[in-house]
């Protein structure tokens, strides 16, 4: 009887051995698992999608205003805002154009950015010879931007006298 | 026992699936939760200043436009914002499809809506508003909306405009205007505020207006830097009308300058149709100009004058007038005179130089370029003297008609051609060398050359040269080619560059020899090419002189047209005049400026009351507030100026300081405006106009480039004066309007003007508060709930072109007209709010 009992006690203990392995186990699977989501999140880099987000802001917000001085022009550019009246200024947007064509990174450093970026609107952009789908690195077509991070900012303007979207697309190249 | 005891085994597996279940669930649903954080976005402002910046007159939207054709919108400035909560007063249906009609525009994933107080009037959104989680709302208030709940209440509203203001009149002086004592007729209506003098002039001089001595002014620092004189404490002596201000000294002339009269006109304009000369009591030499708007109809010339030299007057390159009088005269050119003489269409529309002065004076030139000039003579056999007519017979028998007295007793007529061709010579000779450093030299042609032993080289002794003419004979063919070579290879060899080359071809027939150095095979031809090689080659100008009934007129005109010179034709009783004439027209071509010293003692008078009248056409009268800005140039050579775009311009005028030199061109926009060779290249018989005309066409809205340059002759060119200025008038129709508001008192204003001046006012001339409203470069201060201060604020705005926060227009109390009105029964409301909610 005290042997049985013995034997008995013996087995209890690797039960409880046996399933805390198990347990132990199963609970490594469950933060493996966790670690490796997180790895693999989309969000990996949260840093670097705030970045994007915040100097697309930045480059929204100096597009959308008179820019400094109010008739700015390529050498005495301060900020490179296209707008006078709330409206988008034909003139400005062209220079900012002229400028980005001749010296795209000049407009970066302006813009005190090291993503590349690309803004347009909802119709083509007028220019005195022409049009233009959008503004930013040279031969970028907004449908099929290639990078690791890419940030979308919306805004709303008034251009050729009706309200229009105000696209702006920063990535890390 | 057994079962119970596995169950007791698997505690902890159970415990950990748990777990490792909630770690997973945390992973997929609660993580990307979190990470799904919305950055605050701009566009609920952004739609405000859309709709609240963009007129339903002008908005590009089909919908807005239907309402616009319709008439339900009447008023089409209004903001799209305004717009939508009129309809919300009136009705909410057409407010809804407004404001759907332009949020439709606007493509976004974003739910966006549009409240009026608690009235959803447009959203365009996926989630419905009931489902939203987090929302971020934009407020703004807009007056003059009732809201649906209300009642009517009393507001007012006000309107203010100018009803006239100061403006400023400008008299110019021309490029050149001297020499001697000056004045200018000046003419303004209204009441004088304020005048300034800022011109070049040469000399200390006393300052007379309508006969009142008003001070001693000193001389300006240079031709090119005029000066500004303060005259204002005599400002009491101007009359409205007109007013005659003189300027007393030594030989004084203005290379350039003006006057400027601040006074109380109404608001309406009307461009001058006439220019007065200026007055001149010494010798009379204006280089000037005068701008004719529109289409040129009828033109006349008035003058006024006393002078025992001839007097010319050249339009263009045309002279209209030459005349002398020893008495004081008044003489008027007809239209039908001027007509005959001008090309009116060319003169539409341009400012045209003018020059007036004396003709067979001794002008020296301050800085002359020193002439060499050959005399080109022909000595063929036709220029022998000889009679002309009677009988054959009679001369037979008398031994031949070789004397004057022989030729006349056989009923001939004497015609001394080689006799009066020597004196020409020897009087042209005098006239060249009566400036010193200039030279003559001598070249004739007879038989099939060069007449060796008629030709001298350069030289400056005038009785070497009178010798050498005196010994000239008659004999053979006619050269002409051979002359002009000969006498161009010695300007060649003898010249300098820096010397005025020139030559005078005389000729009483025909070309008949041929030159082999040009070898055309015609003799014509051979010298028309050796006058064009002698310009184009040796900077040689050759003029031309057609002697005598046999001359071949077309052959020396064309040596003349390739030579850069000018054609004369002469009989023997004038080859006189003829010469001297060129000798002048070779010593003018010499002068390098236009500034010059006179010898003897001349006195001429031009009086002030001279002038030319004209008609022209297709002019507007223009009706508003009128601005006059004087822009400066940014360097010698270039200025800008900026037209806005609610503006519209009456008049520009580019001021150009020359000094001795001409103002050459003026373009604006890369179009020329004025060009001065358009009228010749001889400068110095052209005029010169300080101020010049920008034809309306040449200007746009918003930036304007003006270019300028100054020269001495159309191949010499350099910049102007940085002193030059862009004087431009605008016209705008100005009136604000208030809100409708609270109240309409009024206040009393300190306001600053653009000269920095100062005035503090009570608008409207009855309030008898104390409330203050400033509106200076430093602060702006007013009463939003005060319909009159509001609208004099707005009005303030659209004077204050700059914005600089000084006013561009001078008024006084009484300019300013307000109208106020009380407004009860409409819909008015303090704080209708609009919110435009953003959620997600």
Not at chain 1, 42 to 45: K, Q
Not at chain 1, 137 to 140: A, M, Y
């Given at each position: 009887m005290e042997q049985f009992i013995l034997i008995n006690k013996n087995s209890k203990a690797q039960t409880w051995g046996i399933d805390l392995m198990i347990a132990a186990i199963i609970f490594s699977m469950g933060i493996i698992a966790l670690f490796v989501y997180l790895q693999n999140y989309?969000?990996?880099?949260p840093e670097n999608i705030n970045a994007l987000v915040y100097d697309g802001n930045i480059i929204a917000d100096n597009l959308l205003s008179e820019g400094t001085p109010k008739d700015w022009n390529s050498s005495n550019v301060v900020i490179m805002g296209i707008l006078s009246d709330n409206k988008i200024n034909e003139t400005k947007i062209e220079r900012f154009y002229n400028i980005s064509i001749l010296n795209y990174e000049f407009t970066k450093t302006l813009f005190n950015t090291r993503f590349d970026y690309f803004f347009f609107l909802t119709d083509n952009i007028s220019l005195s010879d022409g049009e233009t789908r959008g503004i930013g690195?040279?031969?970028?077509d907004p449908a099929s931007i290639s990078a690791k991070n890419l940030v979308k900012i919306t805004r709303f303007v008034s251009y050729k006298n009706k309200p229009q979207t105000f696209y702006l697309y920063i990535w890390e190249p | 026992m057994g079962a119970i005891k596995n169950k007791k085994g698997i505690f902890f597996s159970t415990d950990a699936l748990i777990a490792t279940i909630i770690i997973l669930l945390t992973i997929i649903i609660v993580y990307p939760t979190i990470k799904s954080y919305n950055h605050h976005s701009e566009i609920s402002e952004d739609i405000f200043k859309v709709l609240s910046t963009l007129k339903i007159g002008e908005v590009n939207n089909s919908y807005a436009k239907n309402l616009v054709s319709t008439e339900?919108?009447?008023?089409?400035?209004?903001s799209v914002l305004e717009q939508i909560g009129e309809f919300y007063n009136e009705n909410i249906t057409l407010a809804k499809e407004l404001a759907q009609s332009v949020l439709a525009d606007l493509d976004t994933k974003d739910n966006i809506g549009i409240w009026f107080g608690y009235s959803l009037i447009a959203a365009k959104n996926s989630t419905p508003y009931e489902n939203l989680k987090n929302i971020e709302v934009e407020t703004q208030v807009i007056s003059g909306i009732e809201n649906q709940t209300g009642g009517n209440f009393t507001g007012y509203s006000a309107r203010a405009f100018l009803s006239k203001s100061f403006s400023v009149s400008y008299f110019y002086f021309g490029g050149y205007v001297g020499d001697g004592n000056l004045s200018a007729n000046i003419t303004y209506y209204g009441e004088i505020k304020n005048v300034n003098l800022e011109i070049t002039i040469n000399d200390d001089f006393d300052l007379y207006i309508n006969n009142n001595f008003s001070g001693h002014y000193a001389k300006s620092v240079s031709e090119f830097s005029p000066q500004v004189y303060n005259i204002s404490s005599y400002i009491n002596r101007f009359y409205n009308g007109s007013n005659i201000i003189e300027f007393k000294g030594n030989g004084l002339y203005i290379a350039g300058g003006y006057i400027k009269i601040t006074h109380e006109t109404s608001t309406q304009t009307e461009s001058s149709k006439k220019y007065f000369f200026p007055g001149i009591n010494g010798v009379v030499n204006i280089y000037d100009g005068f701008y004719i708007p529109g289409k040129l109809e009828n033109m006349s010339v008035f003058l006024h004058y006393k002078s025992n030299y001839t007097m010319f007057l050249n339009i263009g390159n045309t002279t209209v007038f030459n005349g002398s009088s020893s008495s004081e005269t008044r003489q008027t050119i007809p239209s039908s005179t001027l007509s005959s003489l001008l090309n009116y269409n060319f003169l539409s529309n341009k400012t045209i130089p003018i020059r007036l002065g004396l003709e067979n004076v001794s002008y020296v030139s301050n800085i002359t370029q020193p002439v060499d000039v050959f005399s080109v003579a022909d000595l063929s056999g036709s220029m022998a003297d000889a009679c002309g007519g009677g009988s054959w017979i009679c001369c037979l028998f008398s031994g031949?008609?070789?004397?004057q007295a022989k030729c006349s007793g056989c009923g001939g007529v004497w015609q001394p051609k080689i006799s009066s061709l020597k004196e020409a010579n020897n009087a042209f000779v005098d006239s060249i060398l009566n400036n010193t450093g200039n030279k003559v030299g001598l070249v004739t042609y007879r038989n099939t050359g060069v007449y060796a032993s008629g030709c001298l080289n350069l030289t400056n002794n005038a009785s070497v040269l009178k010798t050498k003419i005196n010994t000239w004979s008659a004999s053979g063919n006619t050269p002409i080619c051979a002359g002009i070579i000969n006498a161009t290879k010695r300007l060649e060899r003898?010249?300098?560059?820096n010397r005025l080359k020139a030559m005078v071809v005389m000729s009483d027939g025909e070309a008949n020899v041929l030159c082999s150095e040009i070898g055309t095979g015609n003799a014509k031809n051979d010298a028309i090419n050796a006058a064009c090689l002698a310009k184009n080659s040796s900077n040689i100008t050759v003029y031309a002189v057609g002697f005598g009934s046999d001359t071949d007129t077309a052959t020396l005109q064309a040596i003349a047209n390739c030579g850069g010179g000018k054609y004369y034709y002469s009989n023997i009783t004038d080859i006189i005049n003829i010469y001297n004439q060129i000798a002048q027209d070779v010593i003018e071509a010499s002068y390098n400026e236009q500034t010059i010293s006179v010898t003897g003692n001349i006195s001429t008078i031009l009086y002030p009351d001279s002038y030319i009248l004209f008609d022209s056409s297709g002019q507007e009268t223009n009706y508003g507030l009128i601005t006059t800005y004087e822009q400066p140039f940014t360097d010698s050579s270039s200025g800008n100026f900026s037209i806005p775009s609610d503006s519209k311009v009456i008049e520009t005028n580019v001021i150009s300081y020359s000094g001795p030199r001409w103002t050459s061109t003026v373009s604006a926009n890369n179009q020329y405006a004025y060009k001065l060779s358009d009228y010749g290249s001889n400068f110095i018989r052209l005029g010169d106009p300080y101020s010049i005309n920008i034809p309306n066409n040449l200007i746009i809205t918003g930036a304007n480039n003006i270019n300028l340059t100054t020269g001495l002759s159309p191949t010499n060119l350099s910049s102007g004066s940085s002193y030059n200025k862009i004087i431009y008038t605008l016209i705008k129709n100005i009136s604000a309007y208030s809100p409708i508001s609270d109240s309409a008192d009024g206040c009393i204003w300190n306001i600053e003007f653009e000269d920095s001046s100062n005035i503090t006012i009570r608008i409207p001339l009855t309030y008898s508060g104390t409330s203050e409203c400033k509106y200076n470069s430093a602060e702006k201060e007013y009463d939003e709930n005060d319909a009159i201060q509001t609208a004099v604020y707005n009005l303030f705005i659209l004077l204050d072109t700059e914005p600089d926060g000084k006013i561009d227009f001078k008024f006084s109390e009484q300019d300013l007209q307000i109208s106020s009105s009380t407004i009860t029964g409409i819909p008015y409301i303090k704080s209708t709010e609009v919110q435009v909610r953003r959620w997600y």
């Open positions: 989309p969000g990996e880099a690195k040279v031969g970028t | 339900k919108i009447t008023d089409l400035n209004k031949g008609c070789t004397t003898d010249s300098s560059q």
